[in-house]
């Protein structure tokens, strides 16, 4: 790995101007004459820099800023304060050799012609990026068995299911073996198997090549299994950087108990917040700090068969940072 | 150059397919593409006769050679890109596009050939079937034909460069239809499509030879039937060149702008 990031954003800023209207047909006659704007920051001075072959978590609410975000690292969009480097190009300027180098695959958008088969999507991409016929079979050959294409290459889209369409959406954004990948919501609206096989197959691809991933998604089990690290953001500002399991450390105030007694319905209130008791089983919340001295206290006081102390549910992490 | 090949190959081959999902849509598209000229064939002819054999210059066996050639020229230099860039913009298509490394132009340019060569199908029948049914004043030279493709090429080229920036008007308009439906009017009366333009009042030509409408239909037209003199398709070739030159500076521009604009405020 070498030490120059791939991706470096320093106080990226983007502010959009909205047309701003009072509902009713007076206020619509009134801003044919003044038409009244409004400067809405969607993203405000975001710094921070991801290293070749990362993956990095891209996590915040809907309407954060992480699409625009994505949108100006991939080009799409030109920022209106700050610097982005990614792979030593000026996103916006849209160079050739940074956009045969970069991806970005939008779950709710699509790229492959919605009549023809797979396979002349996939061949016109082939034919875009230049790729040679050799290499296009070796790359088609890895990611067919990667995502078990082979059955879908001959059908027309049209006929896919939506899981099967985000496998092929996927596969073409990934032809041209580009360096760098922008994800947004890879995983949206597919089902729990669909969900882990793609999951496997970007942590796969990762590994074997090298790409750098800035994923963003909603479904936390996606992050807990591809991301170390996560990027934080609410309301355009940056609110967090690091290892997932320092944000659970710092946000994270609580940790769970697990005690499973010989006795049944013991009233535990006395230690701690009680949030389930079914049978044998009662389920604690403690403060960070207590945990050691409540458990103590526990093993001590009371036929204690098994007891587990866990990091609350990444889910409650994130709820907790976006509601402080 | 060769890697521009290869990639118009592919473009070409896939919107061949594509649009072979939808012949039944083209058909129909088709018919009302033939009946146009067929309609104009018929009033002027019938004017024609009413006049005691022609209009102008014109007899009906001319106006026969007229709106063959006419309905053939127009088949292959028309464009659609003006009806479908709003669309490409709002939905945020374009982003597809703008991600690739290839100007967008190259493919809705070969996707056009694509249809002009599926649609040939179509044409070249029912122009000689026209030319059975009419039997037009019209004859052919080899040389006549050669420089007739040239002007053919041209005009192609040109009008799909006025028409893209057209289209790309949509980067600033949500609806494009307005100006689209004026453009169509305009060039119905100046490219010679309602009537041979020397048979417009002097006012109108004038206008048709200051606008590029002209240039990328009846000239090619007149060119084939042999009505024009050699300074006349000097002219004609001249303000071609013009055209498809101010084109292609007009979609550098207009593209850079409208670029520009979407990645300001987004799709």
């Known amino acids: 790995m070498s030490n120059i990031p791939d991706i470096t954003v320093q106080n990226l800023g983007k502010t959009y101007e909205v047309p701003q209207r009072e509902p009713g047909l007076g206020a619509a006659i009134k801003s044919l004459v003044s038409r009244t704007t409004r400067d809405v920051e969607a993203v405000k001075n975001i710094s921070f820099s991801v290293a070749p072959g990362e993956i990095v978590g891209f996590l915040g609410p809907n309407g954060a800023g992480k699409t625009t975000t994505l949108k100006m690292l991939s080009g799409l969009l030109h920022p209106t304060a700050g610097e982005i480097s990614v792979i030593g190009h000026t996103p916006y300027a849209r160079h050739k050799n940074f956009l045969n180098r970069i991806t970005l695959v939008m779950g709710q958008r699509n790229q492959l012609m919605w009549d023809i088969p797979v396979a002349d999507s996939f061949e016109r991409n082939r034919a875009i990026y230049r790729i040679s016929h050799g290499e296009y079979n070796k790359t088609l050959d890895e990611l067919s068995t990667l995502l078990d294409l082979s059955d879908l290459l001959s059908k027309p889209v049209r006929n896919l299911s939506l899981g099967e369409r985000m496998k092929c959406e996927i596969a073409a954004a990934l ?10 919501e890879p995983t949206i609206g597919l089902d729990v198997t669909m969900q882990r096989r793609i999951r496997a197959f970007l942590g796969e691809y990762n590994r074997r090549h090298s790409a750098t991933v800035l994923l963003t998604s909603h479904y936390m089990a996606d992050v807990e299994a591809l991301c170390k690290r996560v990027i934080i953001i609410h309301h355009g500002e940056l609110l967090f950087d690091g290892d997932l399991s320092a944000l659970i450390e710092r946000f994270s105030p609580h940790k769970t ?6 006795t049944e319905r013991a009233d535990l209130s006395s230690y701690g917040e009680v949030i389930t008791a079914e049978g044998n089983s009662v389920t604690l919340r403690v403060p960070k700090t207590k945990t050691a001295d409540v458990t103590g206290k526990l093993l001590a006081n009371l036929p204690v068969i098994d007891l587990t102390v866990e990091d609350p549910p990444i889910e409650e992490v994130i709820e907790q940072v976006f509601s402080n | 150059m060769k890697h521009y090949t290869a990639t118009y190959w592919a473009f070409f081959k896939t919107s061949l397919l594509e649009q072979f999902q939808y012949r039944a849509a083209m058909a129909i598209w088709m018919i009302s593409r033939i009946l146009e000229p067929i309609i104009y064939l018929t009033v002027w002819t019938t004017v024609a006769q009413a006049r005691g054999g022609s209009v102008g210059s014109y007899s009906p066996a001319d106006f026969a050679a007229y709106y063959i050639v006419l309905m053939l020229v127009n088949q292959f230099t028309f464009s659609w890109v003006m009806h479908i ?9 374009l982003s597809n596009f703008l991600l690739k490394p290839i100007h967008p132009i190259h493919a809705d340019i070969a996707e056009n050939i694509a249809y002009k060569v599926l649609t040939a199908i179509i044409i070249f029948p029912t122009a000689l079937l026209l030319f059975f049914l009419f039997d037009p004043n019209l004859a052919f030279h080899i040389q006549t034909f050669a420089v007739f493709l040239l002007a053919l090429g041209i005009a ?5 460069f006025i028409e893209w920036t057209l289209a790309l008007v949509a980067f600033w308009t949500t609806r494009n239809e307005a100006i689209n439906q004026m453009y169509f009017t305009l060039g119905l009366f100046l490219s010679g499509r309602i009537a041979p333009i020397d048979l417009l009042p002097g006012a109108i030509q004038t206008l048709a030879d200051a606008l590029p409408f002209r240039w990328a239909v009846a000239f090619p037209v007149e060119l084939m039937l042999g009505r024009l003199s050699q300074e006349q398709i000097l002219n004609g070739f001249t303000m071609q060149a013009v055209w498809l030159l101010a084109g292609f500076l007009l979609i ?3 593209w850079r702008l409208g670029v520009k604009k979407y990645s300001a405020v987004g799709s």
């Open chain 1, 175 to 184: 032809l041209h073996r580009p360096q760098v990948l922008f994800l947004d």
């Open chain 1, 257 to 262: 108990i697990v005690v499973d007694l010989e």
């Open chain 2, 85 to 93: 860039y709003d669309f490409r913009i709002r939905q945020g298509e």
């Open chain 2, 252 to 254: 550098q521009l207009t």
């Open chain 2, 156 to 160: 192609f080229l040109m009008r799909f």
